[in-house]
């Protein structure tokens, strides 16, 4: 079971390129704090990656805000054109590789997704696109888009768990997305190889899955992930974003078992419509949980523990 700790932060509108949402938090320990990087979003909902940083012994307490973007929106026409989101971080050398997810506006469907990279080489402040086109996008296997990959190295191989967007279905006259979980591997952590297994799927409740954060726990591969109806799932709880749960012995078949997530949306405040896009990671003998709450991150961050088992 996890237990919460509440809310820890929620930008307060006075920067420019930060007025609202600290969406997908991504925990990031550095010596001698934590550091949360996430997506924020200026006047016109243009996402830039930024970061907070909290005190390591009380996840709790934001000892600095950062006032700049680390990662704005890419160029006219690029697939990042509208906002940079992040996903996943991994040090490389000493270089800090962030995935993250590229958007630009569409016609019909809303938004289009792709996966992009971007290097820091100061130690994560600042982080440029290695390349400016993305390196995952839509595919004979992806139809609609790409987005939210989990990425982890071992020895020689990198995996990648990212959402998949199959198609789009218009319901009460807005177009709807719907999107599973997918599985990738590669070389060098660029170049990646697909063939359209699917880790984490639809049924009969669940029509879409967000951001899902694998890691290891002993010999067992972990997942968990955010899921939902694609009906109503903005106002209605019994629709909305919950937390998701799967395992696995190879990382490639997973088995749901989503009545052991071990935590649920709260019957009133900041995560009592929604719980999503959480990122868990290990920290001073336990494990952390950062996730968003309602407004798919409008209501800030918040996070829970569970104690690590040997």
Not at 65 to 72: A, M, R
Not at 143 to 156: H, I, K, L, T
Not at 223 to 240: G, H, K, L, P
Request: with cysteine; hydrophobic share 30%; charged share 25%.
């Amino acid at each position: 079971m996890w237990t919460k700790q509440g809310l820890i932060y929620k930008p307060d509108g006075s920067m420019p390129f930060s007025r609202t949402h600290a969406q997908v938090p991504f925990g990031y320990p550095m010596d001698d704090r934590l550091r949360v990087y996430f997506a924020t979003r200026d006047d016109n909902t243009s996402s830039a990656t930024s970061f907070v940083e909290l005190n390591p012994d009380n996840l709790s307490e934001v000892v600095y805000v950062h006032d700049k973007p680390c990662l704005t929106k890419g160029a006219v026409g690029m697939f990042d054109e509208s906002g940079a989101m992040p996903s996943w971080f991994l040090p490389v050398g000493d270089e800090i590789w962030l995935y993250y997810t590229g958007w630009n506006r569409s016609q019909t469907a809303s938004y289009r997704l792709g996966i992009g990279l971007a290097v820091s080489r100061d130690g994560g402040l600042t982080f440029e696109r290695k390349y400016t086109g993305p390196l995952l996008d839509r595919s004979i296997y992806d139809q609609v888009w790409v987005a939210q990959p989990c990425v982890m190295r071992e020895g020689d191989t990198w995996r990648m768990w990212y959402l998949s967007c199959t198609k789009i279905e218009v319901i009460n006259d807005h177009p709807e997305p719907f999107y599973d979980v997918k599985y990738a591997e590669s070389s060098d952590g660029i170049r990646w190889e697909r063939t359209g297994q699917v880790c984490v799927g639809y049924d009969e409740f669940t029509d879409a899955i967000g951001r899902p954060t694998v890691y290891k726990d002993g010999d067992l591969y972990k997942m968990y992930f955010s899921y939902r109806n694609a009906t109503n799932y903005r106002t209605d709880v019994q629709r909305s974003y919950r937390i998701g749960y799967a395992e696995s012995t190879d990382g490639i078949t997973w088995n749901r078992k989503d009545d052991q997530a071990g935590i649920g949306r709260s019957t009133e405040g900041w995560d009592s419509l929604m719980m999503d896009y959480c990122h868990i990671f290990p920290h001073r003998d336990q494990w952390v949980m950062f996730y968003n709450g309602n407004g798919f991150g409008a209501s800030g961050f918040g996070y829970a523990t569970q104690p690590a088992t040997n």
